[in-house]
């Protein structure tokens, strides 16, 4: 996927936090779970093969961010600030917020990705997301959308609305 997002313009970088155990933990992508990697590696034209077994596990940010992705058609790279599955010790199941180590490492790595895919702009999800881009880069605009969960699901999608113009959901996400 770097690959191909390096050899053609990027639209956008669009940024979340890290990796959840729903989602990212069991695909290896940001913001995509089970249900959604073949629409993920389909968008830069890849087949995608599920690195899991038994029953595609949904997960809800994810299910969120793919109903506006799904209306859209512009290439945006998906990543997160620490592209790991940050857990609780001896408890994958969880999910934590990374802590100061992991988040440096993890800007070095979006600085790098900034800098390789030249995107016109960055959409952060969440305020972490927006501080960690916004100490990275200077160059780059840095668009702030509310985060989908904890209440934020209307807000997110009328902000991605109003950027990309894509038309009201019509399907229940759930």
């Excluded at 992508?29 to 249900?35: F, I, N, R, S």
């Excluded at 959409?123 to 969960?149: E, L, Q």
Aim: aromatic share 8%.
């Amino acid at each position: 996927m770097l690959n191909q997002a390096e050899n053609e313009p990027v639209d956008a970088i669009w940024i979340g936090r890290d990796l959840g155990y729903r989602g990212g933990r069991r695909t290896g992508l940001a913001l995509t779970d089970d249900v959604h990697i073949d629409q993920h590696a389909k968008r830069w034209n890849f087949v995608a093969k599920r690195s899991t077994m038994g029953s595609a596990i949904a997960e809800r940010t994810a299910a969120v961010i793919w109903s506006k992705l799904d209306q859209i058609d512009a290439r945006i790279f998906l990543w997160n600030v620490f592209p790991l599955h940050p857990h609780e010790a001896d408890h994958p199941f969880t999910n934590r917020q990374h802590n100061a180590r992991e988040r440096c490492a993890g800007e070095e790595l979006l600085q790098e990705l900034i800098g390789l895919l030249r995107p016109s702009r960055i959409v952060a999800i969440g305020n972490d997301a927006s501080a960690a881009a916004n100490r990275v880069t200077d160059t780059v605009p840095v668009i702030c959308v509310r985060h989908p969960s904890y209440g934020g699901q209307t807000q997110f999608l009328r902000q991605i609305e109003e950027l990309y113009g894509s038309p009201p959901r019509t399907r229940s996400l759930f």
